[in-house]
C-alpha cells in the first residue's frame, strides 16, 4: 500500500551507505540487517551468528540503537510524504475504477486490521462530504482501510468541529490533501435555495445560504457552497501553516448520476 517508488528512493542511498559502513566498521554487518527486513534468510542466518548480544561493544550496541531509530523515523518520513498532487492522482485513478466497475470489493482481512492497528494511521487525503447516502468517498475513490479521513456533514459545510478534525489530520498524521467533495441534486443545497428551514437543519442551510446568496441553480449553487468550505478551511492558521509545507485545499463535486468526480470547478 505504501509508495514503492518512495521506499525505492530511501532503500538504495541506505544500501550504499551500509556498504561504506562495513568496510569501516567491524560491527556495521549488523546495520546491514537491519536495514535489508525483505531477506528473511539472510537475517536468520545473522541472528544464529550473533545470538549472543553480550559480544557486542556498548559503543556498538548503542550505535544500533541510534541506527534504527534514524531508518524507522526516515521511512515513515517517505511514508508521510505523498504529495498532493500525488494524491489527487490516486484518488482520480480510484475514481475512474469505480465508474468502470459494477462491483466493489475491499480488503478487510485481520492482517490489514492488524496492521493498522500496530502502525497507526496514514491517510494521503482528508475528504469532507455531504452525509448523502449516495455519496460514498470510500467507494467513490475506491479506497482501502486506512486511505481516507473522512468527514461527513449534510451540505458538506465547515463549523469550528469539522475544522478541528482536519487540523488534527493535517497536523498531526501529515497528510497533503484536503478535499471538499460537494455533489448533484444535495437536499441541503436545495433546502437552502428553496425552503427556510427551522430546528437545528437552519444551521445548515444558513451557512449554505451565506455561501450561494441569490442563485437559484442547484448545480452552480453546490460549486459555490464547496468554495465556500474551501475558503473557510484556508482561513484556519494551522491549515495556513501546513500550506507552506505542501498541504493543499481544492474542491470536487461528485456526479450521482454516473459516479464521476470533478475537479475542475
Ligand atoms: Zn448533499
Known amino acids: 500500500m505504501y509508495d514503492v517508488f518512495s521506499l525505492l528512493t530511501i532503500t538504495f542511498p541506505l544500501y550504499n ?8 566498521y567491524p560491527y556495521s554487518d549488523y546495520f546491514f540487517h ?14 544464529k551468528r550473533h545470538a ?22 526516515m521511512i515513515n518520513e517517505v511514508i508521510h510524504m505523498l504529495s498532493a498532487d500525488e494524491a489527487i492522482k490516486r484518488l482520480k485513478e480510484g475514481n475512474r475504477q469505480y465508474v468502470s466497475t459494477d462491483t466493489f470489493h475491499a480488503d478487510i482481512s485481520s492482517t490489514l ?8 494511521q496514514e491517510p494521503y487525503a482528508i475528504v469532507i462530504s455531504c452525509s448523502d447516502s449516495r455519496v460514498i468517498p470510500e467507494r467513490i475513490f475506491h479506497t482501502a482501510i486506512g486511505d481516507l479521513f473522512t468527514i461527513r456533514v449534510a451540505g458538506n ?20 490533501l484536503i478535499v471538499v467533495l460537494g455533489h448533484t441534486q444535495c437536499g441541503a443545497v436545495t ?75
Open 17 to 24: 551507505f551500509i556498504t561504506v559502513l562495513r568496510s569501516n
Open 34 to 47: 537491519i536495514c535489508k527486513p525483505l531477506s528473511l534468510r539472510d537475517h536468520i542466518s545473522f541472528k
Open 52 to 73: 549472543d548480544k553480550s559480544s557486542l561493544r556498548v559503543c556498538d550496541k548503542i550505535f544500533i540503537w541510534y541506527f534504527r531509530k534514524l531508518t524507522l523515523s
Open 113 to 120: 486490521l492488524e496492521h493498522f492497528a500496530k502502525n497507526g
Open 157 to 176: 459545510v465547515i463549523d469550528d468541529h469539522q475544522l478541528g478534525s482536519i487540523e488534527y489530520a493535517a497536523g498531526h498524521l501529515g497528510t497533503k
Open 191 to 265: 433546502a437552502a435555495i428553496q425552503h427556510n428551514p427551522s430546528g437545528y437543519i437552519k444551521f445548515i442551510t444558513d451557512e449554505i445560504k451565506r455561501a450561494i446568496g441569490d442563485e437559484q441553480d442547484d448545480y452552480k449553487a453546490a460549486v459555490l457552497n464547496v468554495h465556500q468550505s474551501v475558503e473557510m478551511i484556508e482561513s484556519s492558521l494551522e491549515i495556513q501553516k501546513d500550506e507552506e509545507d505542501g498541504l493543499r485545499v481544492v474542491g470536487a463535486i461528485y456526479h450521482i448520476e454516473n459516479g464521476t468526480v470533478d475537479f475542475e470547478i
